[in-house]
C-alpha cells in the first residue's frame, strides 16, 4: 500500500488504528519529495531531518491530527522557520511567532512540513514570479500549476503532502486547484483568521485548504476556522461542523448558470466539461437555471484598482530596517543614507509583478486619482456583491467554470500581463463580495489536463458548497485521479 495516495482522512483513520505511525507517514512523503520535486520544484523551505524528529514526538500522540503532515506556502509566518513570500527582499526572515492557524494546527498534532513555492508576494496566476523559480504542474510538466499558491496545489496533486494551506485574493487557491486537478476552498472572509498572513490585500486576502475531496477539505475547515480576537476582520460566528451533512440529498436544490461566466474566448474543452458536470447535477435532481450577474464584467477592472491600492500600502513596511534583505553599498541616489538605503533594497528586493502591482496602487491613491479610480472601484465593488446578494436569494448555489483555460505553458503569459491577469476571470467577484468558493475536478481536456469546476455560495454556507461538491464526487471519479508520473 502506497500511502502517499491515501487521503488525509483515510490516513487519520489509520493512525487512530495505529495501524501506521506518524513517522511511517512523514518519511513516505520526504521519500516520495526526494524522487519527484526536483521535477517538480513545489517545496522551497524543507528540513527533512527536523520533520522526522518532529514526527517522532507525535508518534504516540492523542492529538486529534496525531502528527498528519501539511505543507505551508510561504506567505504564512512559523516561528523560526523562513518565511521569504518567495521575495528576495525578505530573505533570511524567520519570524518570532507563528500564525493563528498555524498554532491551531500544531495544537491538534499536525506537523508543520515545510513551506512551498508562490509567486512572489501572491502576486501572480503562475507560481512564475517566485525568486526560486517556477513551480510546474504535475499533469504536465512543461505547464504552469496556476497560482499564486501553485506549490500548495502541486504538492497536493503529486501527492507529495496529504493537503495544504493557501492563500486567495483574486483566485490564488481555486485557480490552481483547477489547473491541477484537486480541491481548492476560499472561504468566507473572516471565517479564517488571516493573523500571521503575510498580507496582500487585507480586504480580500483569505486562507484555506487544498486537498483531494471534499471530506478533507471539511476536515481541514473545522480546524483553521473561527474567531481570533487578534484579527479585526475574523467574524465572530457560530463554530460549525462542516463534515456533517455531507450526505445530504441534493434533490430539489435550486443552482443557478451565471451567463456572464461562459464568455467568448473560453476554452472549448473546459465549457464542455462543465456543462457536462451541469448535467449530472440536474439527473441528480438539482433544479438548474441560468441566471444573470450584470456587473460581473467589470470585476477584474475593479479588482486590479483594489488589490495594487492596498498591496502598495501593505508592502511600503518592507524597506530593510529591520529584517530580510538590506542594501547599502555603492553610489548615493540622493544626500540622504536612509532614503538610498530604501530605494536600493526596495528595487532590488522587488520583482518585476511586484514593482508593478506597487507602482499601480499607489497610483490609484495618489492625489487627484484617489475619487476617480479607487472610490470608484469601491462602488463597483458592492455593484457585485449585490448581484450576487440577489441570486441568493432564489438560488442555493452557483455554479461556473473556475478557470477561462487548462493549464497554460511556462512562460506562455509572463510578458503579457493583461493575459495573465484575465485568468482569474471567473475567481476574482467572490472575493470583491467576500462569498465562499470552491473549486472541485470535474474532468480532463483531451490532452489529460484537469478541468475545475467552481461552487459558490452565500457568506457563510460553506456547509452548503461541501454537501453539492461531495454529491458530485459520489456521482464521479475525477478526485480520485493522480497524475501518470506521480503513481
Keep these: 500500500m502506497d500511502i502517499t495516495n491515501l487521503s488525509a482522512a483515510k490516513l487519520l483513520d489509520l493512525l487512530n488504528k495505529k495501524q501506521i505511525s506518524s513517522v511511517d507517514i512523514a518519511s513516505a512523503y520526504l521519500n516520495r519529495i526526494e524522487s519527484l520535486d526536483d521535477k517538480i520544484k513545489a517545496f522551497i523551505h524543507l528540513d527533512p531531518e527536523d520533520v522526522l524528529k518532529k514526527a517522532e514526538k507525535l508518534k504516540d500522540s492523542d492529538s486529534k491530527l496525531k502528527g498528519l503532515p501539511i505543507a505551508?506556502?510561504?506567505?504564512?509566518?512559523?516561528?523560526?522557520?523562513?518565511?521569504?513570500?518567495?521575495?528576495?527582499?525578505?530573505?533570511?526572515?524567520?519570524?518570532?511567532?507563528?500564525?493563528?492557524?498555524?498554532?491551531?494546527?500544531?495544537?491538534?498534532?499536525?506537523?508543520?512540513?515545510?513551506?512551498?513555492?508562490?509567486?512572489?508576494?501572491?502576486?501572480?496566476?503562475?507560481?512564475?514570479?517566485?525568486?526560486?523559480?517556477?513551480?510546474?504542474?504535475?499533469?504536465?510538466?512543461?505547464?504552469?500549476?496556476?497560482?499564486?499558491?501553485?506549490?500548495?496545489?502541486?504538492?497536493?496533486?503529486?501527492?507529495?503532502?496529504?493537503?495544504?494551506?493557501?492563500?486567495?485574493?483574486?483566485?490564488?487557491?481555486?485557480?490552481?486547484?483547477?489547473?491541477?486537478?484537486?480541491?481548492?476552498?476560499?472561504?468566507?472572509?473572516?471565517?479564517?483568521?488571516r493573523y500571521g498572513l503575510i498580507a496582500f490585500a487585507s480586504s480580500l486576502d483569505q486562507i484555506g485548504p487544498f486537498t483531494q475531496d471534499i471530506t478533507d477539505s471539511a476536515l481541514l475547515m473545522n480546524i483553521i476556522s473561527g474567531h481570533d480576537p487578534k484579527d479585526s476582520t475574523s467574524v465572530n460566528t457560530k463554530t460549525l461542523d462542516y463534515l456533517a451533512g455531507l450526505n445530504a440529498d441534493i434533490k430539489g436544490l435550486k443552482i443557478g448558470i451565471p451567463k456572464e461566466y461562459f464568455i467568448e474566448g473560453i476554452d472549448s474543452d473546459v465549457r464542455?466539461?462543465?456543462?457536462?458536470?451541469?448535467?449530472?447535477?440536474?439527473?441528480?435532481?438539482?433544479?438548474?437555471?441560468?441566471?444573470?450577474?450584470?456587473?460581473?464584467?467589470?470585476?477584474?477592472?475593479?479588482?486590479?484598482?483594489?488589490?495594487?491600492?492596498?498591496?502598495?500600502?501593505n508592502l511600503a513596511?518592507?524597506?530593510?530596517?529591520?529584517?530580510?534583505?538590506?542594501?547599502?553599498?555603492?553610489?548615493?541616489?540622493?544626500?540622504?543614507?536612509?532614503?538610498?538605503?530604501?530605494?536600493?533594497?526596495r528595487g532590488k528586493g522587488f520583482g518585476a509583478e511586484a514593482k508593478r502591482r506597487i507602482l499601480l496602487g499607489t497610483y490609484a491613491l495618489s492625489s487627484g486619482y484617489y475619487d476617480a479610480y479607487y472610490l470608484k472601484a469601491l462602488k463597483v465593488r458592492t455593484k457585485i456583491t449585490d448581484d450576487f446578494n440577489q441570486a441568493f436569494k432564489k438560488y442555493d448555489c452557483i455554479i461556473t467554470p473556475t478557470s477561462p483555460t487548462k493549464a497554460f505553458k511556462l512562460n506562455e503569459k509572463t510578458n503579457d500581463p493583461l493575459a495573465m491577469y484575465l485568468s482569474d476571470i471567473f475567481t476574482i467577484s467572490a472575493n470583491l463580495s467576500g462569498i465562499p468558493a470552491i473549486s472541485i475536478p470535474c474532468g480532463f481536456t483531451q490532452d489529460n489536463l484537469p478541468v475545475g469546476l467552481q461552487i459558490l455560495g452565500k457568506a457563510f454556507d460553506e456547509q452548503m458548497l461541501f454537501k453539492v461538491g461531495h454529491a458530485y464526487q459520489q456521482l464521479t471519479d475525477w478526485h480520485t485521479r493522480v497524475p501518470e508520473g506521480c503513481k
Design 317 to 345: 513596511r518592507f524597506d530593510g530596517v529591520q529584517y530580510g534583505l538590506r542594501v547599502k553599498d555603492g553610489e548615493k541616489v540622493n544626500d540622504s543614507a536612509l532614503i538610498d538605503m530604501y530605494m536600493k533594497t
Design 272 to 313: 464542455d466539461k462543465v456543462e457536462q458536470a451541469i448535467e449530472i447535477f440536474k439527473k441528480a435532481g438539482a433544479i438548474v437555471e441560468p441566471i444573470s450577474l450584470p456587473h460581473t464584467e467589470y470585476a477584474v477592472a475593479t479588482y486590479y484598482i483594489v488589490a495594487p491600492s492596498e498591496a502598495s500600502s
Design 72 to 193: 505551508i506556502k510561504d506567505n504564512f509566518c512559523v516561528k523560526g522557520q523562513l518565511t521569504t513570500c518567495a521575495s528576495n527582499i525578505l530573505a533570511g526572515f524567520k519570524p518570532p511567532y507563528s500564525a493563528t492557524v498555524i498554532e491551531k494546527l500544531e495544537n491538534d498534532g499536525a506537523l508543520i512540513m515545510g513551506k512551498v513555492n508562490m509567486d512572489e508576494f501572491a502576486f501572480g496566476s503562475s507560481c512564475e514570479t517566485s525568486c526560486y523559480g517556477p513551480t510546474h504542474n504535475p499533469w504536465n510538466l512543461d505547464c504552469a500549476p496556476g497560482g499564486s499558491s501553485g506549490g500548495s496545489a502541486a504538492s497536493v496533486a503529486a501527492r507529495l503532502a496529504p493537503w495544504a494551506l493557501g492563500s486567495d485574493t483574486g483566485g490564488s487557491i481555486r485557480q490552481p486547484a483547477s489547473l491541477c486537478g484537486i480541491v481548492g476552498l476560499k472561504p468566507t472572509y473572516g471565517l479564517v483568521s
